[in-house]
């Protein structure tokens, strides 16, 4: 599984939590995975995975290590994979 979807619905999580509790406390858990995922945008996958997480993990030094961990993941893994990134003639 990605796990790039899943930090980046955990980062819009964050800053609409009130409406999350809302979908959580109004509907029962598959709805509420699907409300979740309607709300930001994203896949069940992902929606299931903030709807589990604990509200903890929500504050700003948690949110903090998931967009440095999300934007690793969006980094080239080496300095050839960038090169390789960037549309040259060979």
């Known amino acids: 599984?990605?796990?790039l979807p899943i930090l980046d619905a955990h980062v819009a999580a964050a800053s609409k939590l009130g409406r999350i509790a809302e979908i959580v406390?109004?509907?029962?858990?598959?709805a509420a995975v699907a409300g979740i995922a309607?709300?930001?945008?994203?896949?069940?996958?992902?929606?299931?995975?903030v709807w589990s997480t604990p509200l903890r993990m929500f504050g700003p030094a948690a949110v903090s290590?998931?967009?440095a961990e999300?934007?690793?993941l969006?980094?080239?893994?080496?300095p050839d994979a960038a090169k390789d990134?960037?549309?040259?003639?060979?």
Request: charged residues 45%; aromatic residues 0%; glycine residues 2%.
């Open 25 to 30: 406390a109004d509907h029962p858990d598959e």
């Open 74 to 78: 969006r980094r080239p893994a080496t």
């Open 85 to 90: 990134s960037v549309d040259e003639p060979r």
């Open 38 to 49: 309607d709300e930001l945008g994203c896949d069940l996958a992902a929606a299931r995975a």
């Open 65 to 67: 290590r998931v967009e």
């Open 1 to 3: 599984m990605d796990r």
């Open 70 to 72: 999300a934007a690793e």
